[in-house]
């Protein structure tokens, strides 16, 4: 059986890295005594692949891994015992079964993510939201895109799915995945250059809220959260 698990993590445990963190919820695999499945060969290791991979100091309230387990257990019973040997910041919330195919699994299929951006140091002009609509109504939003290799100009506008303006931040729903993948700083670099603001002033936290597929047919985009297409396990 394929399970796909929910969570959040806040708090301190935001800056350990992804393979420490995915470390960390094998053990708690052990110590929850979830029955997960383990891979053949010499070497068998966990079955488990995280959707969408936080980068380090990102908090997270909806990420979500793939595990599949020899035998059921309930959403119930396996949210409780892995919350009992969560440590502070991490809350398991949800365990849902979902289809066996593939093509289905959370790495596969998430498309879209939803990010909020606060302000850590530094100050944005008084009038910022009042900007960020005629920022995000631009035909084209070019940055210059850094790899080890080299640097190219890139169109993000396409990427960037909605934005908006909240009391705490800026919210941001954003194409994420293996066809397309952009990262809510790389827009708030963009947004600080059209608002005439020094990048290196500012500085961001970022908050992922949710993971959605994309569903639609016939290029119309149709969001879901990767929850809603997990079922409830009762044993």
Known sequence: ????????????????????????????????????????????????????????????????????????????????????????????????????????????????????????KGKLPEDWKYQLMPFFSQKEICIVKKTKRSEKEVDIRPMIYNISAEDDGIFMQLAAGSAANLKPGLVMEAFCEYLGVEKDTIAFHTHRLENYADMGENDTRNLVTLESLGTVITV
Not at 18 to 26: E, G, K, N, S
Not at 78 to 106: D, H, W
Request: proline letters at 3%.
């Open 1 to 120: 059986m394929k399970v796909r698990v929910k969570f959040k993590k806040n708090g301190a445990v935001r800056y350990i890295g992804h393979l420490d963190f995915m470390r960390y919820f094998q053990k708690a695999m052990r110590r929850a005594q979830i029955p997960i499945s383990f891979s053949g060969g010499y070497s068998p290791h966990m079955i488990m692949s995280f959707a969408n991979p936080l980068g380090v100091g990102v908090t997270t309230d909806g990420d979500y891994f793939d595990i599949e387990i020899k035998h059921p257990i309930s959403s119930e019973a396996a949210v409780s015992q892995l919350n009992q040997v969560m440590v502070e910041g991490v809350e398991v919330l949800s365990f849902l079964e979902i289809a066996e195919s593939k093509k289905m699994a959370g790495m596969a299929i998430v498309a879209g993510a939803d990010y909020l951006c606060t302000i850590k």
